[in-house]
Each structure stands twice: as C-alpha cells, then as structure tokens.
C-alpha cells in the first residue's frame, strides 16, 4: 500500500501494535535495486509486516551535490515492493516530512548530530552535514514508524556505524539489522548511483571492489600492515579514477589503525568523472 | 518503586503498554517542590501510570554552573512522589544514562539540537549548549519511557517552547502537557534555585513577579508598546539586582515583539548575588 502522509501511518502502526504484531522498516531513497530488495526480503522474513520509506531527504545532501538529479523511480519502487510482500510503502514529500514556510536549516529545525568524531572522516569529510541530515531523518522515521526492527546495508558502513552509535546514545528502542553488501558478478557493489555511470565508467569502478578484494586476500596471506596493505591498490588505479580515501579504521568506533586486525574494516570512496563511489570491506 | 536502570524501566514499560496502560512522563531535575508536585498530581489524574524521572543532568550545565551543588534529595523526592501515586521514580546515574569511558561532549555523544533561532536568546544566550543537553536528555527520556504524555512547567518557558518543537521536528510520539507556574503567596516563582536564597535575598527576588504581575496589569490597562512597558520594571529594581534579560517574545516562535499583544510572553531573568532566576508572564 502506498502512503503519503505521516497520519495514515500512524494509523495503521497503531493498529498493527493492538495486534501485537512486530514491524520492520527499511528506510531507502527509492530507485530501488537488488541491494535494496535483500533489505526488504529480510524484514519480510523476520517481521510480521513491513514498511519500506522513500524519501529523498533534502537535508542530508550537501550544496553542489545531486539533489535534484538523484533518480526517482517511485513506481518502479512500489511494484518491486508489493512483489516482496512489503505492507506500506511510505513515500511522503518534503513537505510532509519538514513542514514549509521556513528554509531547511539548524536555524529553524531540530537536528539529531552525530559525534564529531564519526564524522570528521571518511565520508563525513567531503559531505559535511551530511550524517547530520541522516541521522534526523532516520530518527523522525523511527519516531513515526516506530519499528522494532530497522534494516540498513553494509554498503554504507559509515552510516551504519553512526546510526548504531545513535541508537545506543538516544536508547532508542529498535534494533538495527547490518545487511551484507550487494554485488554484481564483476563485483561492483550495486548502489543507485550506478545509473550515472557509462559501461566504460562501469568498468572502471571495478577498481574499488578490486582493490578491497585485493587487500582482504593480502591480510589473509599475513600482511598486516596497513601501510603495505594500502600500497597493494596503485596497481589498480589509473586517470580515470581520483581516490578520495582508502582508509584502514575499527568496525565499531572508526579509530584508525595501523596494523590491521579481524576488527578492521577498509574503506575506498573513488570518483570516476563526475561520479563518487564508495565500498567497504570487513578483513575479519 | 524507586529504579535505577534503564532495563527495569523498559520492563515495567513493556508490560503496561501490553495491558494498553496510558503512561505519563514528569522529567525532573529532583529537589521536588510544589512546582513539581503539581506535574504530578496531573499526571497521576491523567495517565494510568506515571514515571517521574529525577536526573541531575551534566550535559545541562555549562562550565562554571552549580552542576556540583545542586540540591540533591533524592529520598524526600522519593517519598513526596510515593504519597502522590507515582509508579516508578526513575533516578539514574550519570553512568547509566551516558555509559563511561569518554567526555560527555558531541566529539563522542550523538545529540539533539535544537534550533539555532531559539536557543540564541534568552537563556540561550549565557547558558550556551545548555538547551543541547536538555534535548538529548529529554529525548533519551522519552525513548526509554515513551510515555503518552510528557509534563513540563511553564516556569522555563523557553526550554518548554524548545522542547514542543524538538517533538513537532522530529515527530516524536508523545503530547507535551504545559503546566502552569506554582508560585509562593508572595508571589515568588517556585523553583529548586531558591533554596540558595537567604531570607533576604527571597525579599528581593520578588522583584521579578512584581515586574511581570505589573506589565500584565499595564497591558491590560492598554499600554501595548514595549518599550513603555519595560520602562515600568526599573522602579522595582535596586542595586541588589543585575537584570540579565527582560523582553517580549512570541509565546509559540519567541519572535521579538514591538507591540505587545495576547501572544505575547514577558520573560525575565534576574540576578541576586550568585543566584540566577528566571520567570514569565503570558499577556494573552
């Protein structure tokens, strides 16, 4: 069932929670793909009903960024999830989510901010404000859908691990689902930005997955150090791609490591052309 | 029942909700007055159950604040909420709420901020981070507790504004009660802060009700320009007292007002020796 207010929502979770009945949320950006579909299977599975959100939030993209590009395929989105059995698909506007007569702005908005120190890396560096706009939405999503269960991809481990840290520091009352990466044969990891790439940018962003499968099968021949690690990708990288980072940090508090250990997660964000792609790997 | 952990919280929680028990939050710092007590008492009418929560929150106080000496009575508070019906006084440790092993600062705790545009006045202004620290404990709270309805006092009307548009913002389910302020028959506004009053110190502080009891009669009188009517405070000041702030505000947005009208609210905050306190009036 398409939904488009917060209203008609609640009324229904409201109902479902008389009946006792547990409740999974996948929060998404739509322009749903296979990565996003495993998410959705797993809630199917583990809960007794399912609501996927599609939301293009406003506020987690920072100037200059592809807000207004970013593929919107609600449709497509909503086939794909009445075939896996999903109860609401929650697609509300901008409007709806942040009200209107007022820019959106921590001048005007309460924010939920994630700690500096899971932000001034990685991802959070290049895209600033950006987990602050996430975590926001994420947690007026909890507050409306109030799931017992909210599943979110490995793909993009730094969100991940400040949503987990948000949970943990709010005591809010879900458990978040990790969701193992979803890869193409070739071994591109599927995301809704792929359909920005050409088939030769395709075959150049074969360079992340390559490079962390690389240095995963290096680690587990003994190479610990991260130095040497990190070397072992120049050899495949060429001018077409522009590394923005590839960093060795820990799984759960994102300190920085040296020597890397089975804790250890690699993270890459390459951009090819106009495109910035990211991936992630576990060594343990 | 006095209750430590969050987990006995959660418990008892659990088991209401699936009785479809109602349940109502009174969030307090402890030293319980009247003030307090009157939360309380329409709470226990309200709700089926109630949680007082007693927390002197560190996240609250700025450096150089009474953080350490406030007052701490945490079995008179105890009693005083037994005698009222209350079901559960939940008093945790700074531990339990923020676990251990790091600063409690936004380098490594997700926060709740509020709008930059209603923390830059008022208390805002010389209490900096102060409002931060009561939204994230306040949400926390909420997301342990996740009552039906929250009861907060009108005396801190600016963190009671603040704290009714962190819930519309982040559509956090639970309805704010506003309550209005207790005061002595003096007319002095009850607040854990005067027990650091000497007896004549509580003379003089009556200043502050004095100044909004005489602008509310001035408005109602007709005077509505706001200049005049703050010009009518200095009669009743002295060199005992250092005026922080006192201004007219919307009661909703706290837009700063020109011409008063039955949306306007009068804030004060006055100083006596070491002691800060603050009131408010509603012209409407």
């Given at each position: 069932m398409l939904v488009h207010t917060i209203n008609e929502v609640r009324e229904c979770i409201k109902k479902w929670k008389k009946e006792g009945l547990t409740v999974g949320l996948v929060p998404t950006m739509g322009a749903l793909h296979n990565g996003h579909l495993?998410?959705?299977?797993?809630?199917?599975?583990?809960?007794?009903?399912?609501?996927?959100?599609?939301?293009?939030?406003?506020?987690?993209?920072c100037p200059g960024e592809d807000l207004d590009k970013y593929p919107r395929t609600l449709e497509a989105d909503e086939k794909l999830c009445q075939n896996a059995g999903v109860d609401i698909v929650f697609a509300p506007s901008p409007k709806e989510m942040y009200g209107e007569g007022h820019i959106l702005s921590n001048d005007f908005l309460t924010y939920v901010v994630p700690p500096f120190f899971y932000v001034d890396k990685l991802c959070g560096k290049s895209r600033v404000g950006?987990?602050?706009g996430v975590c926001t939405v994420v947690n007026k999503l909890f507050n409306i859908v109030q799931p017992d269960y909210a599943f979110f991809g490995q793909k993009d481990a730094q969100q991940l691990i400040i949503i987990k840290k948000m949970v943990k520091d709010l005591n809010i009352p879900v458990e978040i689902i990790p969701c193992?990466?979803?890869?193409?044969?070739?071994?591109?990891?599927?995301?809704?930005?792929?359909?920005?790439?050409?088939?030769?940018?395709?075959?150049?962003?074969?360079a992340l997955?390559?490079?962390?499968?690389?240095?995963?099968?290096?680690?587990?021949?003994?190479?610990?150090?991260?130095?040497?690690?990190s070397e072992t990708a120049y050899g495949f990288l060429n001018e077409h791609h522009s590394l923005e980072y590839l960093e060795?940090?820990?799984?759960?508090?994102?300190?920085?490591?040296?020597?890397?250990?089975?804790?250890?997660?690699?993270?890459?964000?390459?951009?090819?052309?106009?495109?910035?792609?990211?991936?992630?790997?576990?060594?343990?």
């Open positions: 495993s998410l959705i299977k797993k809630s199917v599975e583990k809960c007794d009903k399912t609501v996927v959100s599609v939301f293009v939030n406003p506020i987690q993209f950006h987990f602050d193992p990466i979803v890869r193409e044969e070739s071994g591109l990891a599927l995301s809704s930005r792929n359909k920005y790439l050409s088939e030769t940018d395709k075959k150049e962003a074969l997955s390559k490079i962390l499968f690389n240095i995963k099968a290096c680690y587990d021949k003994g190479i610990k150090d991260v130095d040497a690690l060795f940090r820990d799984k759960e508090n994102l300190e920085q490591k040296t020597l890397a250990d089975d804790n250890t997660q690699v993270f890459i964000a390459l951009r090819i052309g106009s495109v910035r792609l990211i991936d992630n790997i576990l060594l343990g």
